[in-house]
């Protein structure tokens, strides 16, 4: 396929789309199934227009007008809206039938099986419900390179049902600004039971309010499958439930600004080129990726995500061959030999928003991570979203991840309960913190807080390069500011949390004294005190500053001596200190020499 020559205006993304749309692998002979529809169109008839009664020929070839009509006028006695006769004959009929419905007030219209080809958008009608037969067909011409097949526009209350809409992606150009449905500002648009396939760019966008997507298979799509990108303080509550997506490109769903949307019981299958067992090694240099070992590069398609040098992401452009690509370098000049590399979908689920529930999803792959609240370049804040009850297997970097990428705004009161995660980490990367299943990234200090982990299970892989640790931080978190308690993992390299104990002060054990060997729980932490120096005192103490408190009980600290080398004293004592800085004293004296293990309990 190739790639359309874009203006530097059409490459420029939003800054809430940057952190998303960075980011499919082919299967061979796919099987779509037919688009459902809930009633028989004959059980309709009298209640609803019918587009073969606007003279469609629907034979899966491009018929123009002027094959039907000598004169423009000629065809606008029966058509009215058109404005050449190079347009097309089915997209007229579709066209006609919807603007008969909506000026004669019926709510429907059925559209019977057949292949439409169109060469210009259908504009859907308020509240008038576009209806396939399960057989009916919506597709472009080879080439023509349509932004938009089905335009919503502003009708509110439109729907479209029991069709398959077919961007003929393999014949035309891939764009950032193709859709295959765009609801654009059409509130309370329902979007119902279709097959989506093969978009040059989204399957499915959306700026309106309380949009339903329900029950449609999405797949093959340049950029996301379903992208809803609203306006600050809008209550868009969109349904986005038991939709089936696969193989899709830049990721399967991204909610910018979609506040108090539901995404639930979705199935998002999009399997990953160089994971464990099966690890792929590419050379990169400039815009250019060769192939060097592992699986080859047979079933990549454009649109996918590059995963490399430590994390980094780079959006596939072309495939030249089985052993060569093309990315978007995004203006660096990478030079990378022998590197280990993973390609896959971007991002699965991205939640730019307030207030959302993602519950109930199963997510199969994606390159960079399963589910994640994120901020990505605007004032708008990422504020109260529930991720609960969702299954994930086989993410690349991360399987959940709460962080904050750049902007004004920031990612506050996240909920992470009963996840079940399994064989997550499964990319090749180099960085310090890949292949950690829940990550929380707050990179500038008071950008993440108040998260809540509690009740997951995660599962590390068996094979080559199991997960470091179950969770992480990159530090950059206010004490505190997470909540952790009633996790179960296993399989990991490590044990405990990475990155949350930030420092541990030390009071009277020795001007010269350490703590090492630490590894905090989130509900405990276990370490080594080791008296040194001088100036040792009655009654040491120690505080520990970390970024995660026990979701049980308030921040006191218990501390037990489980094996010393000192005289050991009558009790440690409990001090409640402020939250994330857990502090105990030791009633008894050190001396150089000393070791003390620890183990404190929230």
């Not at 997209?91 to 000026?103: K, P, S, T």
């Not at 060469?119 to 023509?144: F, H, W, Y």
């Not at 335009?151 to 509110?156: C, R, V, Y």
């Not at 990179?443 to 390069?465: A, C, H, R």
Request: proline fraction near 3%; glycine fraction near 14%.
């Amino acid at each position: 396929m190739t790639i359309r020559t874009l203006s530097l205006q059409q490459l420029k993304r939003s800054a809430e789309n940057s952190a998303a749309m960075k980011h499919h692998v082919d299967d061979d002979a796919t099987v779509l199934p037919e688009p459902r529809t809930s009633s028989s169109p004959g059980n309709m008839t009298g209640y609803s227009v019918q587009v073969q009664d606007h003279g469609p020929i629907a034979d899966g070839t491009l018929h123009t007008l002027a094959e039907r009509y000598a004169t423009l006028s000629a065809a606008q006695v029966d058509y009215p809206f058109v404005t050449s006769l190079a347009e097309s004959i089915d997209g007229a009929a579709i066209q006609a039938a919807l603007d008969v419905a909506f000026n004669s007030g019926l709510g429907q219209v059925q559209c019977a099986g057949g292949t439409y080809v169109i060469n210009s958008s259908i504009q859907m009608r308020a509240g008038v419900e576009l209806v396939g037969d399960g057989k009916t067909v919506i597709t472009q011409p080879d080439g023509l390179n349509l932004l938009i097949l089905i335009d919503f526009g502003f009708a509110h209350g439109a729907g479209l049902r029991g069709c398959t809409v077919n961007g003929n992606r393999g014949t035309n150009a891939a764009d950032y600004n193709a859709v295959l449905v765009h609801v654009r500002g059409a509130d309370d648009a329902t979007v119902r039971d279709n097959v989506l396939v093969g978009s040059c760019g989204y399957g499915i966008t959306c700026s309106a309010a309380r949009m339903s997507v329900v029950g449609n298979h999405i797949e093959d799509t340049f950029m996301h499958a379903i992208g809803v990108y609203g306006f600050v303080g809008q209550e868009a509550r969109h349904l986005i439930l038991q939709n089936r997506i696969v193989r899709p490109g830049a990721g399967a769903i991204l909610l910018g600004a979609a506040d108090y949307t539901i995404i639930s019981n979705n199935t998002i299958y999009s399997p990953i080129i160089g994971g464990r067992d099966a690890r792929l090694r590419v050379n990169l240099t400039g815009a250019t990726v060769t192939w060097i070992s592992g699986p080859k590069f047979t079933n990549v398609r454009i649109g996918e995500v590059l995963v490399i040098d430590g994390g980094r992401e780079f959006r596939i452009m072309a495939r030249i061959s089985d052993t060569q690509l093309t990315i978007d370098p995004e203006g660096s000049s990478p030079a990378l030999t022998n590197e280990l590399a993973t390609i896959g979908c971007g991002d699965l689920i991205g939640v730019m928003s307030q207030f959302c529930r993602i519950t109930d999803n199963v997510l199969v792959g994606g390159a960079t991570f399963g589910i994640g609240c994120t901020v990505g370049g605007n004032a708008v804040s990422t504020v109260g979203n529930e991720i609960v009850g969702n299954t994930l297997r086989g993410q690349g970097k991360h399987a959940l991840v709460v962080g904050w990428d750049v902007g004004a705004g920031g990612v506050y009161d996240t909920v992470l309960r009963g996840n079940m995660v399994y064989n997550a980490g499964d990319a090749g990367g180099n960085s310090t913190y890949d292949r950690i299943p829940i990550f929380l990234s707050g990179q500038t200090l008071g950008k993440v807080g108040g998260v809540l982990v509690e009740g997951n299970y995660i599962v590390g892989p068996d094979g080559d390069s199991r997960c470091p640790h179950w969770m992480g931080t990159d530090l950059k978190l206010e004490y505190g500011s997470v909540l952790v308690g009633r996790n179960h993992s296993i399989r990991m390299l490590n044990p405990g949390i990475f990155n949350d104990v930030v420092a541990v002060s030390l009071s009277g054990w020795g001007d010269a004294a350490s703590a090492t060997e630490i590894v905090s729980y989130g509900h405990s932490v276990r370490m080594t005190i080791n008296c040194a120096g001088s100036g040792f005192t009655a009654g040491p103490s120690f505080t520990i500053h970390k970024i995660c408190d026990s979701a049980e009980q308030p921040a006191m600290v218990k501390a037990d001596i489980t094996t010393t080398t000192g005289t050991l004293g009558q009790m440690w004592g409990e001090q409640s200190t402020a939250s994330g800085q857990w502090r105990a004293t030791y009633y008894g004296t050190p001396a150089a020499g000393n070791t003390f293990v620890i183990t404190t309990r929230a």
